[in-house]
Structure formats: structure tokens, C-alpha cells
């Protein structure tokens, strides 16, 4: 996958990640799809962003005797899923041209091309 | 390295590259993610390893942390302060740089060394055996024995020859990606964002 693509997913899928609930930096690593790549250094900084911007909050609990950060969904972050959800339609009025371009590619193809 | 290893290393190339809330907030997040690694089966080398290298978070924090607007003013007094110890700090930089500059050079020479020598020995091979060769039927008067050890050396040499100019192209080729390589590094190293590690 296109890596501009991939930046554009990763955050919805972090947020997709915390709707079955409250989650932490690894558990949410290993329920993104591996197809994303999303590796520990690339998610610090998306988790911050969307703390800042309120679309998720934290809390610490003690886990085996140490702390550990818990990331909840909140309002604003579960509208900004929708908003993505409802903005895929034009998305895919984008995809169905690309994809009717791609079909008609073997026919352009000739020897003079 | 170990874990202990791993965070003293994050937190000494954070501090005064990134604010103190912010390294120690990098630092927790870090450390959990061992731990986490660790409780999942892995051993502690290889949880540090998958983390990655200090260094690198470090560029990254440093890189991509949020600053402050600066006032116009201040932008100025900064860029002028900027130049004066660029100025300043010539004797000591333009040194490193053109040492390293020539050492740039002087490694790229070595590498076209390898080609230059194929070229020369092969350019000798074929112009030996292209005499050889047509030189052989003048030694006819003389001797038949010796013409035909003549151009026989001749076809060898410049069987020799060819298989050196093929030998040669072949090394130009790995060369030239070598080259390239060598000045893409080194103009990377130019647009590196830089961070002091401790």
C-alpha cells in the first residue's frame, strides 16, 4: 500500500482499535492490520496528536506492579470516525474512476504508445 | 543492550533536545513497550532491539516536536546571532568539512582505481595482441615456427583482452552504483537533522 495512503488510515484504525475499548500502546500495535506497518515509534507520536486534539484521553492503571497507560475513545474521537466512515463515499466515487482508467490501460497500450 | 542501557541512553539524547515533560513522557511510553515485549515472550535484548535505536527516536522526537511560534524580532536576533557563530566557528567547521570532503574524494578515488586499472591492462592486452597479429606474417620470411608462435600470442592476447574489457565493464557498473551511493550518503548527511546523544 501507498505509504501516504497508509498515513491517512493509520489514525482511524488506532481509533477503530480503542472503539472494542480502552486499550494500550502494544495491545493497539497488534489489533491495527499488519498491512499498515505500524511500528511502536510511529505510533507514539499519532497517540499524542490525538490526545492533544481530545479525540482520545488516558489514564494509568497498575498492571503486574507497574504502571501502564490506558487510551480511551472519546466523543470527538468517535466523531472523527464517522466523519471518515461518511467521507469513504467520495473516496470511492475517486477509486471507481481510477478503477475504470485501469481497465481501459491494455487497450491504450498499442505500438505506438 | 539492555533495557537499563536502552533508557539512559533515550533520556540523556532527549534532555535539552525536547522538553523535560515531553522526554519523560517518550521515556515511560518507551519502557512500557519493553516490558509490554517482554511479558509477550520476548527476551530483553530482543525487545530492545524491536524498539529500535535511541538515536533514531531521538531524531525523530527532536524533528517532530511542536515549537513555538517565534516572534519576528526574536527571528531576526536569532538568524543574526546564527551567522556571527557560524562565522566564528569557520576555523573549526570548514576544517571537519573539508577533511571529510576529502576523504568523500579520496574514497570515490579508490573505487574508479579498480575500473582505471581493468581498463589500462585491457587496452595493453588488445593493442599487444593487434600487433602480434599483424605483425606475424613479416616473420614469415624468416621463420615459419616463429610467425605462428607470434599469432598465436596475438589471438590469445587479445582473447585475453576482451575477456579483461567484459571483466571491466562489469566492475564499472557495481563502481558507478558504488559512487553514487557514496555521494547520496554524503549529501545526506548534510540535510540529517542533528540532536547531541550524550
Not at chain 2, 88 to 105: K, N, Q, R, V
Amino acid at each position: 500500500m501507498d505509504s501516504q495512503m497508509k498515513k491517512g488510515l493509520i489514525e482511524y484504525s488506532v481509533l477503530a482499535a480503542l472503539a472494542r475499548g480502552d486499550s494500550y500502546g502494544y495491545r493497539i500495535i497488534k489489533d491495527c492490520p499488519p498491512v499498515l506497518e505500524l511500528t511502536l515509534s510511529t505510533l507514539y507520536p499519532i497517540l499524542r496528536r490525538m490526545e492533544t486534539d481530545g479525540r482520545v484521553s488516558t489514564y494509568q492503571q497498575t498492571h503486574n506492579g507497574r504502571a501502564r497507560k490506558y487510551y480511551r475513545l472519546t466523543t470527538a474521537g468517535r466523531a472523527s470516525m464517522r466523519a471518515f466512515v461518511s467521507d469513504w463515499q467520495d473516496v470511492e466515487t475517486v477509486y471507481h474512476q481510477i478503477e475504470a482508467a485501469a481497465a481501459q490501460l491494455p487497450e491504450l497500450e498499442g505500438p505506438n504508445r | 543492550m539492555t533495557r537499563q542501557d536502552f533508557l539512559l541512553r533515550l533520556r540523556s539524547g532527549l534532555a535539552g533536545n525536547v522538553p523535560a515533560e515531553e522526554a519523560a513522557r517518550l521515556v515511560d511510553y518507551y519502557d512500557e513497550m519493553i516490558l509490554d515485549l517482554m511479558e509477550d515472550g520476548r527476551s530483553e535484548a530482543d525487545a530492545v532491539a524491536q524498539v529500535g535505536d535511541p538515536n533514531d527516536l531521538v531524531y525523530a522526537a527532536a524533528g517532530t516536536r511542536p515549537l513555538p511560534a517565534p516572534s519576528p524580532t526574536s527571528t531576526l536576533t536569532r538568524r543574526r546571532w546564527r551567522w556571527t557563530l557560524l562565522i566564528l566557528g569557520a576555523p573549526l567547521w570548514g576544517s571537519l568539512l573539508l577533511a571529510a570532503a576529502c576523504i568523500l574524494l579520496s574514497a570515490d578515488l579508490i573505487l574508479w582505481c579498480v575500473p582505471l586499472t581493468g581498463a589500462g591492462v585491457s587496452f595493453g592486452f588488445l593493442l599487444g595482441g593487434a600487433i602480434s597479429v599483424i605483425a606475424s606474417p613479416l616473420a614469415v620470411s624468416g621463420a615459419w615456427a616463429l610467425a605462428l608462435v607470434e599469432l598465436g600470442a596475438g589471438f590469445i592476447l587479445l582473447g585475453l583482452g576482451m575477456i579483461v574489457v567484459w571483466l571491466t565493464v562489469q566492475i564499472t557498473r557495481i563502481c558507478w552504483r558504488g559512487h553514487r551511493a557514496l555521494f547520496q550518503w554524503g549529501l545526506a548527511q548534510l540535510g540529517r537533522s542533528k540532536a547531541v546523544i550524550a
